[in-house]
């Protein structure tokens, strides 16, 4: 009962030291609300906005990533009734358009069965599939390319 | 007809014989400024109210305009863009010129009888139609060479330079093989609708 009762405030006062300490470093570095340090009455500066690159396709960082869309997409209609990326990367459409035909695998069902159209699985493209831009990133980070690395 | 026997017609019979009898009172010249006025008054008159028809206002002033195809096209480049240059529901789907646009505010009647028989009235019976509404509109802007697309856009003063690749390629294509603005610009301004596969002339774009 005794040690139990212990262990109880010894647990309670390492977390109020470690809650106090936390609480000492953000002070040491000013706390910072989600406007930064702008003041309420200055106007924030929105980030800039990433546009799509049309220019050459980039390559992809590992094997199996999904292949970056080379041009912008923002009114395709992706949905129930249609699907307009299909008007150029479906067989055999993409032969006259010169477009990248989707890959074969988006043309097998959940279940293994191979399909003559594309699977309903797969037929949200920007579920995966996005368009490119050389958009810095956001946090850094070490991220190194499967294939720098082999 | 003579005015002794007036008496014995109707309002209308009376009306007739007035309009038929040379005027003895009035001078060629008042008959002719008078007209000349009156003209002008009812031309005026008749292209103001035709034209108080053929905005955007008046078009989504029936709601099977406004909760359908108005708003999907607010989504789309022909309402919102760079620059600012905007094209209403009148510019694609009204012929600019006198003749075809009488004929197609003619045509108009059966629009509005369809909107008071409710014949669309619910999301649910737009959708259940809307193919068949696209292809009416497809067809007619395939006969008349896409001409309410080409009072703004014109092969003559289209920079390919300025274009993306593959716009580029389809244009150049697409003047070497006659071919018109809808063949490929379907669903620019509203939605494409269900069912669109192995609709002649439209690459699979359906499930």
Known sequence: ?150 | MSASNDDNKSTLGRFWGWLRRPSAGLAVGTLLVVGFFTGILFWGGFNWSMEMTNNEAFCISCHEMEDNVYQEYRETVHYSNRTGVRATCPDCHVPKSWIHKIARKIQASNELYHHFLGTLDTREKYEAKRLTLAKNVWKVMKETDSRECRNCHSFEYMDFVEQEKRSQGSHEEAIDDNMTCIDCHKGIAHELPAGIIGVDGVPNMGN
């Not at chain 1, 924030?44 to 590992?62: E, Q």
């Not at chain 1, 358009?97 to 920007?126: D, Q």
């Open chain 1, 1 to 150: 009962m005794k040690t139990w009762m212990k262990a109880t405030a010894v647990a309670i006062a390492v977390a109020v030291i470690t809650v106090m300490s936390v609480d000492g470093a953000i002070a040491q570095d000013g706390v910072q609300s989600l406007r930064g340090g702008t003041a309420l009455d200055e106007g924030l500066r929105a980030a800039d906005i990433a546009r799509p690159n049309t220019g050459k396709r980039f390559t992809r960082n590992y094997r199996q990533q999904p292949p970056l869309i080379p041009h912008r997409i923002d009114k395709y209609q992706i949905d129930l009734k249609a699907n307009q990326c299909m008007g150029c990367h479906d067989w055999p459409q993409n032969v006259d358009a010169n477009a990248p035909k989707i890959s074969e695998t988006h043309y097998v069902s959940p279940t293994g069965v191979r399909l003559n159209k594309v699977s309903g699985s797969r037929w949200f493209c920007n579920q995966c599939h996005v368009p490119q831009s050389l958009a810095k990133a956001l946090v850094p980070n070490t991220f190194t390319s499967s294939n720098d690395m082999r």
